[in-house]
Structures are given as structure tokens and as C-alpha cells.
């Protein structure tokens, strides 16, 4: 397979891209793969697999191999801790908390996960992972000094940051569940700054959300939640849609 970064980059050459989150806890893996093959179908770009809270490599391993077998878009990991790395992987986020209080979520974990990360040859890409306010659960878990609402300075700061570290790209993050999704006019400036791609998500809900987010600048939505609702799949489809409808128009 072609190196999983090369891929996003060529496939945000032609536009804006969606991609979808699964939590290994929220769902059995026969679940996971049928949601991901749907998403596949509506668009979605690629599959991020983690979650907040300690997902055990069991589960996730089984998750992944059956997403696996759904799909053909990269299924990358998207890890709280050391812990839930699969060597089923193509690719890891491999992220550092900017705004967290504590050395562990910046490069503690991470200094346990690099050896596992190479000896199971999974593609680092290196991600500079930002908590805006509310955060919910990855704020608290991650012991982050959230960004506020209207602290745009500070999001910038932290993006610019990850940037000049060399990271290839900047995740804006307003929690999983979250019930306000990061706000456009942050997603604009941290956008006008910033030279790597731009990954936005948490409480994106409906297409005219996801849709703000890609005309302020993102170039990356994901989504998760949106799928453990009822009617959670035509959901997603119009969301996937109001991503890509920018892609070829601009
Ligand atoms: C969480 O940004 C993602 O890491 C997705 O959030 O579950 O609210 O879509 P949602």
C-alpha cells in the first residue's frame, strides 16, 4: 500500500476529506466493519480506530482486523495511550498533547510507544493534538488546559508550534461528543497560519457543521458519535457529502 501519508496528501490535492472514528468499546467488531464499509461507500477517506479511555488491545486488534477486512481506505490508529497499538495498523497518529499539564500526554506515552511503533513497522505520522474547549472526556483523561472558545491566539500558538516541531499535521480537537464543535472563526485563523493540513473534530453532528468546518479551512473532518445514534448512517453520508462537495469546485 501506498505510505499513508502520501495518500491523505494526494487525496486533500483534490479537496477536503472525511474521516471516521470508531471507538473499539462502543461497538462489537462485526459492527465496527459494517459501519466502516458503509462509510467507505458514502466517501469517507480513511478509518481512525481509538478512544479516550484505555481501549484494550484485544478488542482493538479484533476491531481492526475485521475493519480491515471491510475496506480498502487506511485504518490508522488514533491511541490514548501506548497501550492500543495493533501491528494490524497502516498508519498511527502519532500525537502529542500541546496544551495538556502533564509530560505524560506530551512525550511520555509516546517514548513507550515509539519502540512498539517500529518493531511493528506502523507508519508514524507525526500529529500536534490540541484540546479546545469543551473537550469533554480526552480533556480530562488528558489533563489538558483547554483552549477557550474565543482563545484564538493561544490555538494558533499551539498550531504554529506543532508546525515549527515538524509534525505533519495539527488536529483541532473539541471532544468526542462534544456539544459544540470547535468554533469557525478559530478553524479560519489557525488555518490562515498554518502551512500543514488541518484536521478538525468532536460534536460535528449534521452536514451544515461539517460544512462550516471545510469552509473555514479544515481539511480534514472527522467524525465518530454521529454513527451510535438511530438514523446515525444517513447521517454520516450527509456529512461525508458536505465534505466533499468542495472537493473540484475551488
Ligand atoms: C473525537 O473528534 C473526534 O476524537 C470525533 O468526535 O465523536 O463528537 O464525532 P465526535
Redesign the pocket.
Known amino acids: 500500500m501506498k505510505k499513508v501519508m502520501e495518500y491523505i496528501t494526494s487525496c486533500l490535492d483534490s479537496g477536503p476529506m472525511h474521516m471516521t472514528?470508531i471507538d473499539p468499546d462502543k461497538q462489537d467488531p462485526e459492527e465496527a466493519g459494517r459501519i466502516t464499509a458503509e462509510a467507505e461507500r458514502f466517501g469517507t477517506g480513511a478509518i481512525m480506530v481509538?478512544g479516550?479511555t484505555g481501549v484494550g488491545l484485544e478488542i482493538t486488534d479484533r476491531t481492526v482486523a475485521e475493519v480491515k477486512s471491510q475496506v480498502k481506505v487506511p485504518v490508522i490508529a488514533?491511541p490514548s495511550s501506548a497501550g492500543g497499538l495493533s501491528p494490524r495498523f497502516d498508519a498511527v497518529y502519532f500525537l502529542s498533547m500541546m496544551n495538556s499539564m502533564k509530560p505524560r500526554h506530551i512525550t511520555g506515552e509516546q517514548a513507550y510507544a515509539s519502540s512498539i511503533v517500529r518493531d511493528f513497522g506502523i507508519e508514524p505520522i507525526g500529529m500536534g493534538y490540541i484540546i479546545v474547549e469543551p473537550g469533554?472526556k480526552?480533556a480530562e483523561v488528558g489533563e489538558a488546559d483547554v483552549v477557550g472558545r474565543k482563545d484564538i491566539r493561544r490555538a494558533v500558538g499551539y498550531a504554529l508550534a506543532a508546525q515549527y516541531f515538524g509534525m505533519k499535521l495539527v488536529?483541532l480537537?473539541?471532544?468526542?461528543?462534544?456539544h459544540l464543535?470547535v468554533p469557525p472563526d478559530m478553524i479560519v485563523e489557525v488555518k490562515k497560519q498554518l502551512s500543514i493540513p488541518l484536521i478538525?473534530?468532536?460534536?460535528?453532528?449534521d452536514g451544515a457543521t461539517a460544512s462550516a468546518a471545510v469552509r473555514s479551512g479544515a481539511d480534514i473532518v472527522?467524525?465518530?458519535?454521529?454513527v451510535e445514534k438511530n438514523g446515525g448512517l444517513s447521517k454520516l453520508s450527509e456529512i461525508v457529502r458536505a465534505v466533499k462537495k468542495k472537493q473540484g469546485g475551488h
Do not use: D, H, K
Request: without cysteine; proline residues 4%.
Open positions: 472514528l481509538g479516550s488514533f469533554m480526552v488536529y480537537e473539541a471532544g468526542s461528543g462534544a464543535p478538525v473534530g468532536g460534536g460535528i453532528r472527522v467524525t465518530g458519535t454521529v
